[in-house]
Every structure is written in structure tokens, then in C-alpha cells.
């Protein structure tokens, strides 16, 4: 945690998972306000339609994948769609509500 660079990062033990949607409330109940929370997710792709979906273990919900310098290069990689993924991304922050979309940033297929 850095509170001059106004950054902090948060590592996982091996095999353990959380909500990452659960962060900026963690920030705000800390008396923070997050502009940007960028996340790496490991889970299975999905699709909905047209709209692609992270599906994250241990998690209650889909992240959808929105936007992002590597968006398109994803959906244009249709061989990957339920596969295991790590993703890198922006969480997309809505108000008080807990985020269930990110960006993609950066992708890689997982072993």
C-alpha cells in the first residue's frame, strides 16, 4: 500500500479467490475514493450473444468484458470461448453499485 502514490495491490495465496467487484467498496468503507481499480482474474470465457463474459471461480458472478486496448483482438479469438483466461482490467465503477464489467487490458490463456 502506498498512500502517496495513492496505489495498493492486494495478492491472493494459491488457490484462494474473492470478489474483485468487492474492492472499491473496501476502499470506501476505508475512507478512500478509487478512480481506477485495475484487477488480474483467472476464469473461464464465456460468451452471451455477442458479449463476452469472465466467469471467475469462486465468484457469484460473470464479469462482463467491456472495452479496453485488447477488447476486440478477444472477440476475434472465438477458439478461446471455454477456456481457462487471465485477464487484466479495469473494473467499470458505477456509482455505489458493485462492478460486474472490466475492461480488457491484456489476455492470456492459462494451462
Do not use: C, W, Y
Not at 495491490?9 to 481499480?37: C, H, M, N, W, Y
Not at 470461448?81 to 453499485?97: E, Y
Amino acid at each position: 500500500m502506498s498512500l502517496q502514490k495513492g496505489e495498493g495491490q492486494v495478492f491472493l495465496k494459491a488457490g484462494r479467490s474473492f470478489d474483485p467487484a468487492r474492492i472499491p467498496k473496501a476502499i470506501k468503507d476505508a475512507g478512500f475514493t478509487a478512480t481506477e481499480v485495475r484487477v488480474t482474474a483467472a476464469g473461464t470465457l464465456s460468451a452471451r450473444g455477442q458479449q463476452l463474459e469472465l466467469n471467475v471461480p469462486g465468484v457469484g458472478h460473470a464479469f462482463t468484458l467491456n472495452g479496453g486496448p485488447q477488447a476486440e483482438a478477444l472477440k476475434k479469438r472465438s477458439d478461446l470461448v471455454g477456456k481457462r483466461l487471465r485477464i487484466t482490467g479495469k473494473l467499470q465503477l458505477a456509482g455505489d453499485k458493485p462492478p460486474t464489467a472490466m475492461s480488457v487490458e491484456e489476455f492470456l490463456p492459462v494451462q
